[in-house]
């Protein structure tokens, strides 16, 4: 199994990035995907959730309204579209997929919002 995040960078308070997080190595048209972020000395937390065929969608309170997830099972990726950003975003963002012992994890990409 592998997944490989990219799209992170330095971005303005208010401005937009686009996160994809290509995957191999399991069955990913049938798999839920999720991305979650881990801030400097907090915990990792979730961001956003999308089933399968990709109809069912969830978000944490804080990127609701903000943040898009979504995916291409021809291509395997999943997608996290990141608008309106906050200084409170800034974390490494990972996507995790529920397949193997204890899921999957990508290795993550630093997004960093500041002026």
């Known amino acids: 199994v592998q997944l490989v995040e990219s799209g992170g960078g330095l971005v303005q308070p208010g401005g937009s990035l686009s996160l994809s997080c290509a995957t191999s190595?399991?069955?990913?048209?049938?798999?839920?995907m999720s991305w979650y972020r881990q801030a400097p000395g907090k915990e990792r937390e979730f961001v956003a959730f999308i089933s399968n065929l990709g109809r069912s969608t969830n978000y944490a309170d804080s990127v609701k309204g903000r943040f898009t997830i979504s995916r291409d099972n021809a291509k395997t990726t999943v997608y996290l579209q990141m608008n309106s950003l906050k200084p409170g975003d800034t974390a490494v963002y990972y996507c995790?997929?529920?397949w193997g012992p204890g899921g999957s994890w990508g290795q993550g990409t630093q997004v960093t919002v500041s002026s």
């Open positions: 190595g399991f069955p990913f048209s049938t798999s839920e």
């Open positions: 995790y997929a529920p």
